[in-house]
């Protein structure tokens, strides 16, 4: 089975202006979100000097998708970031960006974007408009 290592980071600048915050998830084909259950973790350096890092390994197998979140909150509070989804291989299959309360598809296939739509519903991110789905080629024609 091939594993997917993922982060998981809590950490905060000495002056606690800026905050990072990685979680490793794990998304079911059910719709299901749970945080990842790694066996073992393995430490790492934290983006900013308060806080932990680690790195999990998840195991990707078919119906379950790893999900990496990353999240930056600034000194004005504002939070930005992305959500990435592994397939069954341990490939990044979607990838979509959180900025000023939107999601955005980033890159990767959109069948997978019920799943950021999950994470986000799980997180309780505030999202003010999404747009998960690949953009249509400039002049492609509508419903003709």
Known sequence: M?????????SKSRTGKHAVRDIALVVTADGRVEEARPKARYPAKPVYSRGEAYLVHVEAREGVYPVQV?????LRGHVKGYIEVYGPDGTPVY??????????????DDRYAWV?????????????????????????????
């Open 2 to 10: 091939p594993t997917v290592q993922l982060r998981v980071e809590r």
């Open 70 to 74: 990353h999240l930056v909150r600034n």
């Open 95 to 108: 990838r979509a960006v959180y900025r000023k309360l939107k999601l955005r598809y980033s890159r990767g």
């Open 116 to 144: 950021v739509e999950a994470v986000a519903r799980y997180l309780n991110l505030p999202v003010k408009r999404a747009n998960l789905h690949k953009p249509r080629p400039r002049g492609a024609q509508r419903g003709r």
